[in-house]
């Protein structure tokens, strides 16, 4: 870089700025910088001990970076509190990087990213990898009970408490209580729930059917140790991707429940999808099935546990198949209002 070179930007810039003169800032801006290099570049060079100490001083600087960053992964504890602290954040900043719906089953093969968007190609794990739950239609479910035993019980009544076991508020801040308990009862084969809804999803079931509807349960009741194994898998498949441990373990806590927190473990959620549909991603909204679901569930005491737009309260990506039993006042006014359960909790 020498006196010639400096000249001709000048002149370049000059000549761009009578033809441009709209552009003049950003030419003059351009043309500063340039200039400041081109100073800096030649008060180096004329002192080779100051260029040999910068270059030294860089090499430090990258080296210990480098050996630095491993460090912030190690407190995994710490990192999740404050990862809990400012979910709503996190929920904005991530907003544009992920979609995937439940992922809740380990898809061994990788998913391809779409190049342009950087968005992970809508999949349904569960589908593809199959499940070790039975699959049954609704008729083969219904066929195993008596007619009467499918018409909508009697409502229990009394004041809407929080500490109803219906509105038990299970989230990634509200792990479920240690001494919780309650019983299992079987809708059918290895589909498991808690024995106390069965009556009213056999009820939601048959209605469905009664209006053309077919039903299918594809995830039910989940132990802690399948949620543990569905959530590892997840933040594998993130970091076979080249994300660090945190951020695969942040990106996973959007699409899988954290081990703990899941509405399955405490088998009062459903993922619920149909014959035609097998597919847990947004388009199930539009299914005559998914419909059909948001516009009844209420009825039989069951919610849209995460809707659309309210993810920053949830903390859980859209889940148009996700269906949470709280009873059926609790459910009315959940579904009329546009609610969560979180804010229908917080408002008792
Ligand atoms: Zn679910």
């Not at 569960?126 to 499918?150: F, M, Q, R, T, V």
């Not at 069951?302 to 903390?315: A, C, N």
């Amino acid at each position: 870089m020498n006196e010639f070179w400096k000249e001709r930007v000048i002149l370049g810039a000059q000549k761009k700025m009578r033809k441009y003169p709209y552009l003049k800032g950003i030419i003059t801006l351009y043309l500063t910088v340039l200039l400041l290099v081109f100073y800096i570049w030649n008060g180096l060079v004329s002192n080779t001990k100051k260029l040999v100490s910068l270059a030294v001083l860089l090499v430090f600087f990258t080296i210990s970076c480098s050996f630095c960053a491993p460090m912030f992964q190690g407190d995994m504890e710490i990192e999740q509190q404050v990862f809990t602290e400012h979910l709503e954040t996190e929920v904005i900043t991530l907003a544009t990087e992920v979609e995937v719906p439940e992922a809740e089953k380990a898809v061994e093969e990788e998913e391809v990213l779409p190049a342009e968007t950087g968005v992970e190609e809508i999949i349904n794990p569960e589908a593809e990898a199959g499940d070790d739950i039975d699959n049954y239609s609704s008729d083969e479910i219904l066929a195993n009970y008596d007619p009467k035993d499918l018409e909508l019980p009697e409502e229990e009544s009394g004041e809407a408490s929080a500490d109803d076991w219906k509105l038990l508020l299970v989230n990634n801040r509200h792990p479920i209580p240690e001494d919780y308990e309650f019983t299992l009862g079987t809708i059918r084969g290895s589909l498991q729930c808690d024995e106390r809804i069965i009556p009213e999803f056999m009820s939601m079931l048959q209605a469905a059917k009664e209006d053309g509807i077919d039903l299918e349960v594809c995830s039910p009741y989940r132990t802690l140790e399948r949620q543990e194994m569905l959530f590892d898998k997840k933040i594998k498949r993130y970091m076979n991707r080249g994300m660090s441990y945190m951020d695969a373990y942040k990106l996973s806590a959007r699409v899988v429940n954290v081990p703990g927190t899941s509405e399955h473990q405490i088998g009062l959620a459903l993922d619920i999808y149909t014959d035609s549909y097998k597919t847990l991603d947004e388009g199930f909204e539009k299914t005559a099935a998914g419909k059909w679901l948001r516009e009844n569930c209420s009825e039989y005491g069951f919610i849209l546990r995460y809707p659309k737009g309210k993810e920053y309260i949830t903390g859980i990506e859209y889940e148009p198949w996700h269906f949470r039993y709280v009873g059926r006042s609790a459910a009315q006014e959940i579904m009329e209002r546009g609610l969560t359960l979180e804010e229908y909790v917080e408002g008792l």
